[in-house]
């Protein structure tokens, strides 16, 4: 069975709950692909006639929204001891570093970091949360991630959906063969991708605990 065969019988409506769903619990703080996800599906509707972009979009963005307004008001009532408990459980995503990093963030640019934190994974996880942690008028959260939800889901849709119709007649002629050769090369540069930010990370850690020379 070709790819395309394959696709055919996907659900339109399986697509987008999934998308809503997955981009909806990642930006109210959960760890999750939900930028591979859309991704996926946009290229997936320019492959699928019955799945509609603008339906595809709408949902992403409406989940991005969603989930970010139930990540404020969980951070707002939650407050440090939440960030503390999510770095327990996710130690990955949420240490100390991380929410240091996040804050600074914040402090500089206010609700801005909102609205270009959905554009940047771990801000994207961080920034419903952590704007209630912060205490930010409600007003000022709400207009930044209508804002960036809408641009960032939208945006990477439109984007996506016209470079597979570019790539259609490409696409069209892969095999299974070739899929699983794609999603080997994806995941072997995303490695490769992690392995020199760990080590960057690590050099900037070293950096910071050499002791300063002695004042003369």
């Not at 951070?75 to 130690?91: E, T």
């Amino acid at each position: 069975m070709h790819v395309q065969e394959w696709l055919d019988t996907v659900p339109a409506a399986a697509v987008y709950a999934v998308v809503g769903l997955v981009i909806g619990l990642e930006s109210l703080g959960i760890p999750l692909p939900g930028e591979i996800i859309l991704v996926s599906a946009a290229l997936l509707s320019s492959q699928h006639a019955g799945i509609d972009p603008v339906i595809l979009g709408t949902c992403a963005s409406v989940g991005a929204v969603v989930g970010d307004s139930i990540g404020y008001a969980i951070g707002r009532k939650g407050g440090r001891p939440l960030l503390a408990w999510l770095g327990k459980k996710f130690p990955k995503h949420f240490s100390e570093g991380h929410i240091a990093t996040a804050e600074k963030s914040f402090e500089k640019w206010g609700m801005w970091a909102v609205f270009f934190g959905r554009f940047v994974a771990l801000l994207r996880i961080f920034a419903g949360p952590l704007a209630g942690v912060l205490r930010m008028p409600y007003w000022k959260f709400l207009i930044a991630n209508v804002l960036g939800g809408i641009l960032w889901a939208g945006g990477t849709t439109a984007v996506i959906y016209y470079v597979g119709i570019v790539a259609e007649s490409w696409l069209k002629r892969f095999s299974w063969l070739g899929l699983v050769l794609a999603v080997l090369i994806g995941v072997t540069s995303m490695l490769v991708l992690k392995r020199k930010a760990r080590k960057t990370q690590a050099e900037q850690h070293q950096a910071e605990a050499e002791p300063l020379p002695a004042a003369d």
